[in-house]
Nanobody, 118 residues
Framework: QVQLIESGGGLVQAGGSLRLSCAAS????????MGWFRQAPGKEREFLCS????????YYADSVKGRFTISRDKAKNTVSLQMNSLEPEDTAVYYC???????????WGQGTQVTVSS
Protein backbone atom coordinates (compact mmCIF):
# COMPACT_ATOMS: atom_id res chain seq x y z
CA GLN A 1 0.00 0.00 0.00
CA VAL A 2 0.97 3.60 -0.58
CA GLN A 3 -0.08 6.41 1.72
CA LEU A 4 -0.42 9.96 0.41
CA ILE A 5 -0.67 13.12 2.48
CA GLU A 6 -1.34 16.52 0.89
CA SER A 7 -0.44 19.89 2.32
CA GLY A 8 -0.38 23.51 1.24
CA GLY A 9 -4.00 24.37 0.65
CA GLY A 10 -5.57 27.58 1.86
CA LEU A 11 -7.21 30.85 0.91
CA VAL A 12 -5.78 33.03 -1.83
CA GLN A 13 -7.01 36.01 -3.82
CA ALA A 14 -7.72 35.74 -7.51
CA GLY A 15 -4.54 36.09 -9.51
CA GLY A 16 -2.46 34.66 -6.71
CA SER A 17 -0.46 31.46 -6.40
CA LEU A 18 -0.36 28.40 -4.18
CA ARG A 19 1.87 25.38 -4.03
CA LEU A 20 0.50 22.02 -2.96
CA SER A 21 2.67 19.13 -1.88
CA CYS A 22 1.99 15.44 -1.54
CA ALA A 23 4.20 13.11 0.45
CA ALA A 24 4.16 9.42 -0.40
CA SER A 25 5.09 6.66 2.01
CA UNK A 26 4.83 2.89 2.16
CA UNK A 27 5.40 0.86 -1.02
CA UNK A 28 6.58 3.84 -3.01
CA UNK A 29 8.56 1.59 -5.34
CA UNK A 30 5.18 0.48 -6.70
CA UNK A 31 4.37 3.96 -7.98
CA UNK A 32 4.21 4.37 -11.74
CA UNK A 33 2.58 7.80 -11.87
CA MET A 34 1.33 10.51 -9.55
CA GLY A 35 -1.42 12.97 -10.30
CA TRP A 36 -3.57 15.79 -9.02
CA PHE A 37 -7.34 15.95 -9.16
CA ARG A 38 -9.88 18.35 -7.75
CA GLN A 39 -13.53 18.30 -6.84
CA ALA A 40 -15.66 21.40 -6.52
CA PRO A 41 -19.00 21.35 -4.67
CA GLY A 42 -21.67 19.70 -6.76
CA LYS A 43 -19.22 18.64 -9.46
CA GLU A 44 -17.44 15.43 -10.36
CA ARG A 45 -13.80 14.88 -9.55
CA GLU A 46 -11.66 16.39 -12.31
CA PHE A 47 -8.25 15.27 -13.55
CA LEU A 48 -5.72 18.12 -13.55
CA CYS A 49 -2.31 16.69 -14.30
CA SER A 50 -0.04 13.73 -13.83
CA UNK A 51 3.63 12.82 -13.94
CA UNK A 52 5.32 9.53 -14.72
CA UNK A 53 7.40 8.90 -11.65
CA UNK A 54 10.48 7.36 -13.22
CA UNK A 55 10.99 9.62 -16.25
CA UNK A 56 9.17 12.80 -15.28
CA UNK A 57 6.87 13.06 -18.29
CA UNK A 58 3.89 15.21 -17.41
CA TYR A 59 0.36 15.62 -18.75
CA TYR A 60 -2.14 18.42 -18.18
CA ALA A 61 -5.82 19.02 -18.59
CA ASP A 62 -6.62 21.95 -20.88
CA SER A 63 -8.25 23.79 -18.00
CA VAL A 64 -4.94 24.20 -16.16
CA LYS A 65 -2.33 24.01 -18.91
CA GLY A 66 -0.02 26.98 -18.69
CA ARG A 67 -1.12 27.88 -15.16
CA PHE A 68 -0.35 24.76 -13.15
CA THR A 69 2.91 22.82 -13.03
CA ILE A 70 3.43 19.37 -11.58
CA SER A 71 6.85 18.23 -10.40
CA ARG A 72 8.30 15.44 -8.34
CA ASP A 73 11.23 14.93 -6.01
CA LYS A 74 12.21 11.30 -6.20
CA ALA A 75 14.62 11.53 -3.28
CA LYS A 76 11.90 12.87 -0.98
CA ASN A 77 9.02 10.88 -2.51
CA THR A 78 7.01 14.03 -2.97
CA VAL A 79 5.00 15.49 -5.81
CA SER A 80 4.08 19.16 -5.97
CA LEU A 81 1.56 21.28 -7.79
CA GLN A 82 2.46 24.90 -8.43
CA MET A 83 -0.70 26.86 -9.18
CA ASN A 84 -0.46 30.34 -10.66
CA SER A 85 -3.01 32.85 -11.87
CA LEU A 86 -5.66 31.29 -9.70
CA GLU A 87 -9.30 32.03 -10.40
CA PRO A 88 -12.40 31.65 -8.23
CA GLU A 89 -13.35 28.72 -10.46
CA ASP A 90 -10.28 26.89 -9.13
CA THR A 91 -11.91 26.66 -5.70
CA ALA A 92 -12.14 22.97 -4.81
CA VAL A 93 -10.75 20.17 -2.72
CA TYR A 94 -7.50 19.07 -4.33
CA TYR A 95 -6.44 15.44 -4.19
CA CYS A 96 -3.14 13.75 -4.79
CA UNK A 97 -3.34 10.31 -6.40
CA UNK A 98 -0.98 7.52 -7.31
CA UNK A 99 -1.07 4.55 -9.63
CA UNK A 100 0.91 1.40 -10.09
CA UNK A 101 1.91 0.22 -13.56
CA UNK A 102 -1.06 -1.04 -15.54
CA UNK A 103 -3.65 0.08 -13.02
CA UNK A 104 -5.99 2.99 -12.49
CA UNK A 105 -5.54 5.56 -9.76
CA UNK A 106 -5.42 3.31 -6.73
CA UNK A 107 -3.98 5.55 -4.04
CA TRP A 108 -5.59 8.77 -2.83
CA GLY A 109 -4.76 11.42 -0.30
CA GLN A 110 -7.33 12.91 2.03
CA GLY A 111 -7.58 16.15 0.07
CA THR A 112 -6.73 19.75 0.81
CA GLN A 113 -9.05 22.72 0.40
CA VAL A 114 -8.12 25.53 -1.96
CA THR A 115 -10.32 28.61 -1.91
CA VAL A 116 -9.80 31.48 -4.35
CA SER A 117 -11.58 34.69 -3.49
CA SER A 118 -12.59 37.25 -6.09
Amino acid sequence: QVQLIESGGGLVQAGGSLRLSCAASGRTFDIYAMGWFRQAPGKEREFLCSIVWRVGTSYYADSVKGRFTISRDKAKNTVSLQMNSLEPEDTAVYYCAGSSAGTTWSYWGQGTQVTVSS
